[in-house]
């Protein structure tokens, strides 16, 4: 079928809502195919507006690669202050700038030391810092009705002590897990060591378990001061902190009862000040012992035990205690292997001024050691004084 191409007149116009006419000037504005008409895609005034936007997006684009790729100063300066971070210090010419510099020179002055007034102090306090010595407190103990009160006693006062301290508790052949127990609950750092000794042929069980403890010491070179306490003495907090200050071997008096249990008597040094001068004693059966105190009455440093070329000992021989003197000997015979004589001695405190250590007889009569610390019926104590 043949094609029909016919022109528009120009009366032929269409007229919009918004008043605007559209009006087809030329003959190519409409095609008519197999007999159809379909209108343009695009009118004048869009194809012109859309070239305008064409033309200044191209002058935009092109500007801005100029721009791009226009130097602001050398190209190598360009390129190291886009891609590098390295600030480049200007070189400077030393000898040129100096000569316009004009220092005067001062003769004869020395400075010491600068002092920034109260800063000293302060700082002094701050870092002037002195350790605390360890204190290695040795506790033999064994079962009986009271020693659950005693341990806890004991650890009680121990825990009131400013750290470090650390407490041996040693027990004989068998760790008992009442005793355990109780050093558990403590909050104390203690090692619970046993003494393995066969109990027939021990003459005094507190010689050979403070002698375990001893080994323990020297064997792990512990250093500190080193003190037998007994569980069933008491001590004031003072004792403890006074001994700190012990540089080879102290001593201080001790109150106990008499062995009649009828008065109180006073075992210890005499002292001039920190000097030991003399003794304290009322039983004439002990009158022929050289150190006349107590085994809770004195204190030592513990590198004695393994260091002998420290203190100029003459024999490297280990220090122990001996079971087989008389009863009553056992501290004076101990002694004997740390010093020579009191003027290795310290007095504590200086003068011997107070009693910091009291020794009682407490007895539960009837009464044998309660497993788990479970007693059927009241505790019987007896305590006498004058």
Not at 191 to 220: F, P, W, Y
Not at 309 to 314: E, L, S, V, Y
Request: proline share 5%.
């Amino acid at each position: 079928m043949a094609s029909i191409r016919r022109t528009l007149s120009p009366s032929n116009e269409r007229h919009y809502q918004n008043g605007n006419q559209y009006s087809v000037q030329s003959p190519s504005h409409k095609l008519i195919i197999n007999g159809k008409s379909s209108p343009l895609l695009y009118s004048r005034k869009n194809y012109i507006s859309r070239k305008k936007l064409f033309y200044r997006c191209l002058i935009f684009f092109v500007l801005g690669l100029v721009l791009g790729m226009a130097p602001f100063g050398g190209f190598d300066d360009a390129r190291s202050r886009d891609f590098s971070f390295e600030i480049k210090a200007p070189v400077v010419n030393v000898n040129e700038e100096m000569k316009a510099v004009v220092i005067p020179r001062v003769e004869n002055v020395v400075v010491n030391s600068v002092k920034l007034p109260g800063l000293e102090d302060e700082v002094k306090g701050k870092f002037d810092y002195v350790p605390r010595k360890l204190l290695i407190v040795v506790t033999p103990t064994y079962n009986r009705a009271l020693q659950a009160y005693y341990l806890n006693r004991l650890s009680g006062a121990l825990k009131l002590v400013k750290s470090p301290l650390l407490w041996i508790v040693v027990e004989m052949n068998v760790a008992s897990a009442e005793t355990a127990d109780i050093l558990r609950k403590t909050g104390v750092m203690y090692r619970h060591l046993v003494c393995s000794k066969n109990m027939t042929d021990i003459k005094d069980r507190g010689v050979h378990q403070r002698n375990v403890a001893l080994e323990h010491i020297a064997h792990h070179r512990l250093d500190g001061i080193v003190y037998f306490a007994d569980d069933d003495n008491i001590y004031s907090l003072e004792l403890f902190e006074s001994i700190r200050s012990i540089n080879r071997f102290g001593t201080w008096p001790v109150a106990m009862l008499a062995q009649s249990k009828s008065k109180a008597i006073l075992e210890g040094p005499v002292c001039n000040g920190s000097q030991v001068i003399g003794w304290h004693t009322n039983e004439k059966s002990k009158q022929l012992r050289r150190f006349h105190v107590d085994m809770s009455g004195f204190a030592f440093n513990s590198t004695i035990l393994w260091d002998p070329k420290k203190w100029h000992r003459p024999t490297s021989d280990p220090i122990r205690q001996l079971d087989n003197v008389k009863e009553g000997f056992q501290e004076t015979t101990f002694i004997e292997q740390i010093v020579e004589d009191e003027s290795q001695m310290e007095a504590v405190p200086p003068g011997c001024s107070r009693v910091l250590t009291w020794h009682l007889h407490l007895e539960a009569r009837g009464l044998i050691y309660p497993r788990g610390w479970l007693l059927q019926k009241n505790l019987d104590a007896v305590f006498f004084s004058t």
